[in-house]
């Protein structure tokens, strides 16, 4: 299930916060649409994925928290769907097509030159990001961390939400572990210091394929101060036996990480990691199609 928003009469944060609960549990607790997206007129979607119907029926509750709840579009994809009318994202999330944020090109629910996770966190279709999936990783998965910080990211950027929610671990280190195909990739890692306030409190190194690609990283110092984006580039890596691995090892307090991706043709091949719409099944619309 996918909900999309823009925020069309308030122009700063905090102005209106809402609940979504679906069948009576919240899903999103304090929404703020014009922090998330971010700005006036910013489309924003969310998804919720294996969303069960209960007693035939979803509902779904936008509930007051601060003003006037609001939704522009729903759409639900599921496996009774007639081919014919499946909700596409580009059809549904804004009445101009230009409001949309650009997504990643997708093939039958893939991007195939684009593996990407939202650490901790679900698909952001709105930034082509994939649900983080712990297959992923290697050794300990450490733990998850979530935060309703308005993170400050680049102008245009639509990927706020990466940075809310966080994976980091008490261990020496934080692997994810990607299979991709024989090439050549761009590692991109997004981090956001959502708890301590100053510099030098959190340093770790990045290090890919078993290199050390950053050292003493402190996100806090280079992003320029808390709740931050800071967006890394780290260009031809290869594929080595058929593998990237990224991992965060610690040097001061508990590395962590909020988003990877990996940019290349192929680089969705072998593991799934994208943003992009699941395809419905094509059923026959015999007899099950109530559509
Ligand atoms: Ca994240």
Redesign the pocket.
């Known amino acids: 299930m996918s909900t999309y928003f823009a925020e069309s009469y308030f122009t700063t944060n905090n102005s209106r916060l809402f609940n979504i609960s679906i069948n009576g549990a919240v899903v999103r607790a304090d929404l703020d649409v014009y922090a998330t997206a971010p700005g006036k007129n910013v489309a924003l979607i969310l998804l919720f994925t294996e969303v069960v119907p209960v007693a035939g029926h979803i509902t779904i509750a936008f509930t007051k928290v601060k003003q006037n709840p609001f939704v522009n579009a729903i759409s639900v994809v599921g496996e009774v769907t007639c081919p014919s009318v499946t909700p596409s994202v580009s059809a549904s999330a804004s009445p101009s097509a230009s409001a949309v944020p650009a997504v990643s090109p997708c093939v039958n629910g893939r991007s195939p030159d684009s593996f990407s996770l ?4 679900p698909a952001l279709p709105a930034s082509g ?1 994939g649900a ?1 999936n712990t297959k992923y990783i290697k050794g300990s998965a450490g733990f998850v961390s979530v935060s309703n910080a308005a993170v400050q990211v680049a102008p245009g950027a639509t990927n706020a ?7 980091y671990t008490t261990e020496r280190e934080l692997t994810y572990h990607i299979p991709v195909p024989e090439g050549n990739y761009t590692v991109t890692t ?1 981090h956001a210091e959502s708890y301590f306030n100053t510099n030098a409190s959190r340093v770790f190194n990045i290090v890919i394929n078993g290199e050390v690609v950053k050292a003493d990283l402190d996100v806090h110092a280079t992003a320029g101060g808390k709740d931050i984006a800071l967006v890394q580039d780290f260009i031809n890596i290869p594929s080595v036996n058929g593998s990237i691995s990224i991992s965060f090892t610690k040097v001061t307090e508990n590395p962590f990480v ?2 990877v991706k990996i940019s290349g043709p192929g680089a969705d091949t072998l593991a799934v990691g994208s943003g992009c719409p699941a395809t419905a099944p094509v059923r026959d619309p015999k007899p099950l199609c109530l559509c």
């Open positions: 939202n650490v901790a966190g990001f983080d939400d990466v940075y809310l929610t966080e994976r997004y909020n988003g």
